[in-house]
T-cell receptor
Framework: DAGVTQSPTHLIKTRGQQVTLRCSPK?????VSWYQQALGQGPQFIFQ???????QRGNFPDRFSGHQFPNYSSELNVNALLLGDSALYLC????????????????FGPGTRLTVL | QKEVEQDPGPLSVPEGAIVSLNCTYS??????FMWYRQYSRKGPELLMY????GNKEDGRFTAQVDKSSKYISLFIRDSQPSDSATYLC???????????????FGQGTILTVHP
C-alpha cells in the first residue's frame, strides 16, 4: 500500500521564479493538505483540498495556490518566489468526509525541500 | 502568543530513560490531539492520536491530555537510540469547528537518546 508520495525531492530556484510541487495521496484518501516547514519550526498549514476545491486556507498570501485533480492528487504552486519561501513543503492526506479521527488523522509524505537563492 | 507552545529542547537522555515531552495550548476549541515523530530530512510520522482527556497507551508510548489545563504530554518508556528524532505535537479544532481539518503544530522538541 503506497503512502503519500511527493515530487520532486529537492528543488533550487531563484527569487522571482515560479515553482510547482506535486503530491499523490495515500490509497483510499481523498483530501490533501499542504504545509510549509521552516528550519527548526513546526509545519504551518497552507491550505486543504477536498473534492477538487480549496476547503480551508491558512495565513499565506495569494502567491500560494493549489489544485486537486479528479484522481485526488494535488499541486502546490508558488509564484514570485522570495528568499523566505525556502522550506520543506509537506503534503498530507486524509479522508474528507465525516468527523473525528478519520478526518483529522493526516498522513504525511517525505516533503519537497525548496531552496530559493 | 502562539496557539501551541512546545519546548524546543534539545533534550538528551541515556538509553532506558523515561522521556516526557509537553505542549500547552491556548485555543479551547482544540479537541483532537496528535503526536508526530520526524526524523532528520523526513516527513512527520503519526505516533498517537487522542480526542479525550486522560491517558492513551501504545507500547512504550503514553499520550496524556488535560483539557482543563490545556496541556498535553507524551511519555516514552525505556527510550532507545532509535527514538532520537524531533517530536511534534499537533492539534485540530474539528468536530464541527471552523478549523475543520487544519492541524496546528508546536515547534517540535529535538530528542537524543545516547547509548
Amino acid at each position: 500500500d503506497a503512502g503519500v508520495t511527493q515530487s520532486p525531492t529537492h528543488l533550487i530556484k531563484t527569487r522571482g521564479q515560479q515553482v510547482t510541487l506535486r503530491c499523490s495521496p495515500k490509497s483510499g484518501h481523498d483530501t490533501v493538505s499542504w504545509y510549509q516547514q521552516a528550519l527548526g519550526q513546526g509545519p504551518q498549514f497552507i491550505f486543504q483540498y477536498y473534492e477538487e476545491e480549496e476547503r480551508q486556507r491558512g495565513n499565506f498570501p495569494d502567491r500560494f495556490s493549489g489544485h486537486q485533480f479528479p484522481n485526488y492528487s494535488s499541486e502546490l504552486n508558488v509564484n514570485a518566489l522570495l528568499l523566505g519561501d525556502s522550506a520543506l513543503y509537506l503534503c498530507a492526506s486524509s479522508l474528507g468526509s465525516g468527523f473525528g479521527p478519520s478526518t483529522d488523522t493526516q498522513y504525511f509524505g517525505p516533503g519537497t525541500r525548496l531552496t530559493v537563492l | 502568543q502562539k496557539e501551541v507552545e512546545q519546548d524546543p529542547g534539545p533534550l538528551s537522555v541515556p538509553e532506558g530513560a523515561i522521556v516526557s515531552l509537553n505542549c500547552t495550548y491556548s485555543n479551547s476549541a482544540f479537541q483532537y490531539f496528535m503526536w508526530y515523530r520526524q526524523y532528520s530530512r523526513k516527513g512527520p510520522e503519526l505516533l498517537m492520536y487522542t480526542y479525550s482527556s486522560g491517558n492513551k497507551e501504545d507500547g512504550r508510548f503514553t499520550a496524556q491530555v488535560d483539557k482543563s489545563s490545556k496541556y498535553i504530554s507524551l511519555f516514552i518508556r525505556d527510550s532507545q537510540p532509535s527514538d532520537s528524532a524531533t517530536y511534534l505535537c499537533a492539534m485540530s479544532a474539528n468536530a464541527g469547528g471552523t478549523s475543520y481539518g487544519k492541524l496546528t503544530f508546536g515547534q517540535g522538541t529535538i530528542l537524543t537518546v545516547h547509548p
